[in-house]
T-cell receptor, first 113, second 111 residues
């Protein structure tokens, strides 16, 4: 079955730690996205990538980093510089082009303990 | 300035009524428009997309687009309690490859 897999589903981070959220897709989509969602809020774009080895900052990139070494994979690292990382993180992928919808993974809920 | 705005809600309608959800966007060059539904604690799922001015119907859902007014809406006819969710409007700007979401409208359908 084609789809997007995010792991882990739940993640706990201690203060000052870096953590990496995994996102893998087998839909052969070129574009991949990371969004953050806070309770009762919409989705805010962190980073996106249109092609392997290239990515762009979104609206709230500070304190986050990404890599795109393979078409299928777009991991997100939440660094210690992100002061308020507790949120629901969503990864999405999309075929290249304007008139294409995004498909989402099941999300990772990150909590700082 | 926020790029995609939705009516703030929450919105409550009785079962069987029409629910109307609205969205405005700032980029005149925007090309494609999407409505997603998100149940609490879950990821968004696509309901409808629309690219051309006018109405597009799919079952109980109708999307309406007016590019001159920079306005897109979603009507849900014969609303059911299972329609209770947050509805997210998403816009793909013309000059970029981003997909920008609004803050969502929470809909509750009362039995």
């Amino acid at each position: 079955d084609g789809g997007i897999t995010q792991s882990p589903k739940y993640l706990f981070r201690k203060e000052g730690q870096n953590v990496t959220l995994s996102c893998e897709q087998n839909l052969n989509h070129d574009a991949m996205y990371w969004y953050r969602q806070d309770p009762g809020q919409g989705l805010r774009l962190i980073y996106y990538s249109q092609i392997v080895n290239d990515f762009q900052k979104g609206d709230i990139a500070e304190g986050y980093s990404v890599s795109r070494e393979k078409k299928e994979s777009f991991p997100l690292t939440v660094t210690s510089a992100q002061k308020n990382p507790t949120a629901f993180y969503l990864c999405a992928s999309r075929r290249t082009g304007l008139n294409t919808e995004a498909f989402f993974g099941q999300g990772t809920r990150l909590t700082v303990v | 300035q926020k790029e995609v705005e939705q009516n703030s809600g929450p919105l409550s309608v009785p079962e069987g009524a029409i629910a109307s959800l609205n969205c405005t966007y700032s980029d005149r060059g925007s090309q494609s428009f999407f409505w997603y539904r998100q149940y609490s604690g879950k990821s968004p799922e696509l309901i409808m997309f629309i690219y051309s001015n006018g109405d597009k119907e799919d079952g109980r859902f109708t999307a309406q687009l007016n590019k001159a007014s920079q306005y897109v809406s979603l009507l849900i006819r014969d609303s059911q309690p299972s329609d209770s969710a947050t509805y997210l409007c998403a816009v793909s700007p013309g000059s970029a490859r981003q997909l920008t979401f609004g803050s969502g409208t929470q809909l509750t359908v009362l039995p």
